[in-house]
């Protein structure tokens, strides 16, 4: 199973009488293409914090019963497709730690390459853990250092003590920080409410509360938002690293990461794929949802007709039964139809965002083929995926990478089609606008910018080894 990244909100309103629960609810929803696993909300108001999570949709997990209880005006949200630990409620997140000076609840999204080692050393030293998550030893580590720093130097301490991908807030008393791993590798950005201050995962959610976008919360950098006021201190100086991934699938197309509008860069990529890979057809149409934009961005390149081939049904959950092999071409149908007028005859152009395990369309190619279609091009928004992500995706382990042990030609071959064109990596990196060393392409070349035993790194990314070690 593919894993989507995580999506954390944080939220402080000005007053203390209002009411901040509502709020990061409607966030979260507008996050829930980030997780739909797990989902958790945590509140202060004033005197305690109250918390409520549970497996599921946002909306499976709240209701307004739930709601009217968590009071107070500040608090952290969290929905979870898991990257690490197994998949179980002691898992949720907002994560809480309780400790002589109060409680601390904590929601992370990326993935951290060295809690094993600091669990371990924080087990030597007798704490006690209650899930398998990296982000329990983030929080005991985080307790730790507050009781020998003021604030942001117990932050600065943590970050010098975590490798891997982090954007996290934490709700601590009536304070909500917020902090980006030095390579700012998962996106976080802020957001300007009407009556106070918010963090978010990605831009939308702060549309989704009318507010208004301040800016990406920059690599290495501690926000903290206290009644409904905001401070910021950069932690460390890097090269960034932004994952790749964010803009090629994960992100919503609606959102706005480090200035550029992820719809434009879609619509981008579809013109690069087109120019680097045209083909004789007559209809340009996306594998739905997630081939859309980079399928209209082929269509005004190459100018072929846009029309759509196949239908999604977006209804069909994760609770939906696995039927008995007679059923199967069933379920197939239920989630993924044909519009067979638009295929019968035609050459086409399917245009879909990625190829991992190569299922979907191996799948695809098939069922158009059976509508009838002519002719099958299949044309992909991100260079073949050859390597696992460490950092937050999780997408598959390297053997059932399909372009991990094939070349381009094996897999058309699998796939059954007529052509396959996969954006090369300068081309994808042209219609990002990003340079190269910005970004962190571990999955299309292997090269990680963390170090990752029996990995190849980017040493010109590595430019936080000094800072890691750097143990005041
Ligand atoms: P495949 O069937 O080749 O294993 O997966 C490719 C399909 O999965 C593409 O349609 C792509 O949109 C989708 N995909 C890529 N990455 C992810 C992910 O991390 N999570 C989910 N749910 N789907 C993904
Ligand atoms: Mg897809």
Redesign the pocket.
């Known amino acids: 199973m593919?894993?989507?990244a995580c999506g954390v909100i944080g939220i402080s309103l000005r007053d203390p009488s209002s009411s901040v629960a509502k709020s990061i609810y409607y966030a979260l929803h507008s996050l829930q293409h980030r997780g739909q696993e797990a989902a958790g909300i945590s509140v202060h108001d004033g005197k305690a914090m109250r918390t409520h999570r549970g497996m599921g949709l946002v909306s499976e997990v709240f209701d307004d019963a739930q709601i009217a209880l968590l009071r107070g005006s500040v608090g952290i949200g969290h929905v979870r497709y898991p990257t690490t630990g197994e998949s179980c409620i002691e898992n949720a997140q907002p994560l809480l730690v309780k400790y002589r000076d109060g409680g601390i609840a904590v929601a992370h999204n990326g993935n951290l390459v060295n809690t094993r080692a600091l669990r371990e050393q924080l087990e030597a030293a007798g704490d006690i853990f209650h899930s398998t998550s990296d982000t329990e030893v983030v929080a005991h580590l985080f307790v730790r250092e507050l009781q020998r720093h003021d604030l942001v130097d117990a932050v600065r301490a943590l970050t010098r003590k975590l490798v891997g991908s982090y954007s996290m807030v934490f709700l601590y008393g009536n304070t909500v920080l917020a902090v980006r791993d030095p390579l700012g590798i998962k996106p976080l950005c802020i957001g300007k409410l009407e009556n106070g201050f918010m963090v978010a995962s990605e831009s939308v959610a702060v549309d989704t509360l009318t507010g208004k976008l301040v800016r990406d919360v920059k690599p290495g950098e501690l926000v903290v938002i206290r009644e409904g006021e905001i401070e910021c201190h950069v932690l460390s100086h890097n090269t960034p690293a932004h994952c790749i991934f964010e803009y090629i699938?994960?992100a919503r197309p609606d959102s706005i990461m480090d200035g550029r509008l992820v719809y434009d860069v879609r619509v981008n990529i579809g013109g690069v794929l087109a120019e680097e890979h045209p083909a004789d057809a007559d209809t340009v149409a996306p594998?739905p949802d997630?081939?859309i934009t980079l399928a209209v961005g082929y269509h005004q390149r190459s100018g072929i007709r846009y029309r759509e081939c196949l239908m999604k049904n977006r209804y069909v959950g994760r609770t939906f039964i696995m039927p008995d092999q007679s059923m199967r071409e069933t379920a197939v149908r239920l989630k993924l139809n044909t519009i067979r007028p638009n295929i019968d005859g035609h050459k086409l152009v399917l245009v879909?965002?990625?190829?991992?395990?190569?299922?979907?369309?191996v799948r695809i190619v098939k069922m158009v083929r059976d509508a009838g279609a002519k002719s099958v091009h299949i044309r992909i928004g991100s260079p073949p995926i050859v390597a696992p992500c460490y950092l937050g995706?999780d997408?598959?382990s390297r053997d059932e990478l399909?372009a991990a042990h094939k070349t381009i030609a094996g897999v058309e071959a699998v796939l059954d089609a007529d052509s396959l064109g996969y954006v090369s990596l300068d081309g994808l990196i042209r219609a990002i606008g990003i340079p190269k060393e910005h970004l962190c392409t571990g999955c299309l070349t292997g090269y990680y910018p963390v170090e990752i035993p029996g990995e190849n790194c980017n040493v010109s990314q590595t430019k936080i080894t000094e800072y890691l070690n750097d143990t005041s």
Request: glycine residues 10%; aromatic residues 10%; proline residues 0%.
């Open positions: 593919l894993r989507d699938y994960f594998i997630s081939g879909d965002d990625s190829i991992v395990r190569g299922t979907t369309s995706i997408m598959a399909i």
